[in-house]
């Protein structure tokens, strides 16, 4: 099940005529004429907002490599994203699935983020369905990751898995999960057993404890380094702590804690704990030295004058000035300067992020207090 939406038509490494459509549409001719193993069954739907391109399931003896690529080349990028209307094609269309035929897997190809609307939406009767065809679901995602719960959950249910693809080499890994795909079931019990013997040899190690063997009970939370990194895919009894709904397991229908799109940490409490106990960011009471330098004040000078003009008195008696010169009749005048004294200012300061980052050339400022640190994906136990 191919989206062929307009996104899928984005150019990629390989040449002006390599979008991502037209890279995986020659991976699965290729792959169908000359390497899909005998005695298979093979189908495809591609789809936009509806299914728009369906080649319903036949037999390996009866493709037809003309006639393939003269229906492949018909089908061109345009169009939005819906999963529900292609994916409920293959589980209600008698031609999809050769009527009663058990045990398929659908390789769910996408690029793209599921409309968020109810019609587009998987839903819980489309699961049953799936379940009852025992149908195992497989999402390659090209390019980017997008959480959508309702395929998540198809995929969970159908013991299923999700793959990220670099969208530069769509063609090696789409080959690859293809081959994966149409394992015949020789194959499948082959690689099984040459599992259980290298599982046999690592239990075999002196002083070696497997992590089967370790018990961890349901709602254990522990750090994950995620899928693309990994290399493999996160188990179906497992979720991302990231405010979604549980879908499976004694905690079905809670939300799962929401660590990872805050970038929440853990800490222990002796608290019971009857919900999620959530702390909100928070700055202890603290003290900053201050630090003052000092600082001084100038004055530029000034001066007073006295101006006399006019005959003096010199008999005291007669002076309101009581013995002090003053001139004849209402003259008498003085002059003032003022005060030139100069501003200074403080020097005072507290040493904050700022003062403290002048001093520790390896610190940083922004908007949140954090010591050094690794991103991870928290991840919970489910069943």
């Not at 069954?41 to 009866?62: I, N, Q, R, T």
């Not at 018990?215 to 497992?238: C, D, E, Q, R």
């Not at 853990?266 to 106990?277: I, N, P, S, V």
């Not at 309101?320 to 004849?328: F, L, S, T, Y």
Request: aromatic share 8%.
């Amino acid at each position: 099940v191919l989206d062929k939406s307009g996104s899928m038509g984005e150019y990629v490494c390989g040449g002006p005529h390599s979008n991502r459509l037209e890279k995986a549409k020659q991976v699965i001719k290729d792959y169908l004429v000359n390497e899909l193993p005998d005695g298979s069954f093979s189908g495809m739907v591609f789809f936009d907002l509806s299914p728009d391109g369906v080649f319903p399931l036949v037999a390996k003896d009866e493709i037809s490599e003309e006639r393939l690529e003269r229906d492949l080349r018909r089908v061109r990028p345009g169009g939005g994203t819906c999963f529900r209307p292609a994916i409920e094609l293959v589980l209600q269309d008698p031609g999809m699935l050769n009527g009663t035929r058990k045990g398929a897997t659908m390789l769910f190809v996408t690029d793209g983020e599921n409309y968020d609307v109810p019609w587009c939406e998987i839903n819980e009767e489309m699961i049953k369905n799936a379940e009852e065809l025992e149908l195992r679901v497989i999402e390659a995602e090209i390019g980017t990751h997008h959480e959508d719960p309702s395929l998540e959950k198809l995929i969970n249910m159908t013991n299923g898995e999700r793959i990220v693809i670099d969208k530069n080499i769509i063609k090696s890994e789409l080959k690859s999960l293809l081959h994966k795909v149409f394992k015949t079931r020789g194959q499948i019990e082959k690689e099984e057993e040459e599992r259980k013997e290298e599982i046999k040899k690592i239990d075999e190690i002196p002083g070696y404890v497997p992590f089967s063997s370790v018990y961890l009970p349901v709602g254990s939370i522990i750090p994950w380094l995620g899928g693309t990194l990994a290399k493999v895919n996160l188990p179906g009894n497992w979720q991302y702590c990231d405010g979604s709904e549980i879908i499976l397991g004694p905690m079905k229908g809670q939300k799962t804690p929401n660590l990872n799109e805050y970038g929440r940490f853990l800490r222990g409490t002796e608290e019971r704990l009857d919900e999620y106990m959530y702390q909100e960011a928070m700055l202890g009471d603290h003290e900053h030295e201050i630090y003052d330098p000092g600082h001084s004040h100038s004055d530029r000078g000034h001066s007073h004058s006295y101006e006399d003009y006019g005959k003096p008195n010199w008999e005291g008696d007669d002076s309101n000035d009581r013995g002090m010169v003053r001139p004849e009749g209402r003259s008498k005048r003085t002059g003032t300067s003022y005060a030139d004294i100069m501003s200074s200012k403080t020097g005072m300061r507290v040493k904050g992020a700022e003062q403290i980052n002048s001093y520790c050339s390896t610190s940083q400022i922004g908007q949140e207090t954090r010591p050094a640190n690794m991103l991870i994906r928290w991840i919970i136990k489910i069943k």
